[in-house]
């Protein structure tokens, strides 16, 4: 079973600043089948990357994922008031295959 | 437009049961994988269940032999049927759709519910 550790806990940044958040997995992601979401109180999570780098649909792009095998990185450049909330990282793969989310890490206002 | 809808959310006891729905539009059900994903209060994303197109089902571990997912093509929804629920089973539980590049699943979800609250508690 793969394990997502996410670090730091929590980011205290201003807006404008680069927020640069850390996913690391237990063991190889040979399928970089890795994406980040951010969720805000009291709402869904969104879907921010996937597949590692892609961004999805509608995501600005001061969002940007990187990494292979067992490290990866969301950055978000030029942080905007919008952009404090938990973001997670999600992986999907093993056998029986199954998704698992990473513990989140707050960016919140300094 | 896509949205999805959870109903069914309810305070239960510990060992009853309960069924969630998803109404879902914009898209077919059946030709998307469709998830369920779970936020205990004050707590981080936990996922449930997938159901993909071809019609296999997997699970967390917590939850095998005691939830079942389950897909209604013709009224385009998707259901989670819970069972001798645990105190551990409250939280907000989102309906989620699969991500696809063409016909390719990505193993991510690109749309989610607003959730719905299920309270296990004597």
């Known amino acids: 079973e793969i394990v997502l550790t996410q670090s730091p806990g929590t980011l205290s940044l201003s807006p404008g600043e680069r927020a640069t958040l850390s996913c690391r997995a237990s063991?190889?992601?040979?399928?970089?089948?890795l994406a980040w979401y951010q969720q805000k109180p009291g709402q869904a999570p969104r879907l921010l990357i996937y597949g590692a780098s892609s961004r999805a649909t509608g995501v600005p792009d001061r969002f940007s994922g990187s990494g292979s095998g067992t490290d990866f990185t969301l950055t978000i450049n030029r942080l905007e008031p919008e952009d404090f909330a938990v973001y997670y990282c999600?992986?999907?793969?093993?056998?029986?295959?199954?998704?698992?989310f990473g513990p989140g890490t707050k960016v919140d206002l300094k | 437009e896509v949205q999805l809808v959870e109903s069914g959310g309810d305070l239960v006891q510990p060992g009853g049961s309960l069924r969630l729905s998803c109404a879902a539009s914009g898209f077919s059900v059946s030709n998307n994988y469709m998830g369920w994903v779970r936020q205990a209060p004050g707590k981080g994303l936990e996922w449930v269940s997938v159901?993909?197109?071809?019609?296999?089902?997997y699970y967390t571990d917590s939850v095998k032999g005691r939830f079942t997912i389950a897909r209604d093509d013709t009224r385009n929804t998707l259901s989670l049927q819970m069972s001798s629920l645990r105190t551990e089973d409250t939280a907000v539980y989102f309906c989620?759709?699969?991500?696809?590049?063409?016909?390719?699943?990505?193993?991510?979800?690109?749309?989610w519910g607003p959730g719905i609250l299920v309270t296990v508690s004597s």
């Open positions: 159901f993909y197109s071809g019609g296999s089902k």
């Open positions: 999600q992986h999907h793969g093993g056998s029986p295959p199954v998704f698992t």
């Open positions: 989620t759709k699969g991500v696809y590049s063409g016909r390719t699943p990505l193993m991510a979800f690109d749309y």
């Open positions: 063991q190889s992601l040979s399928n970089n089948f």
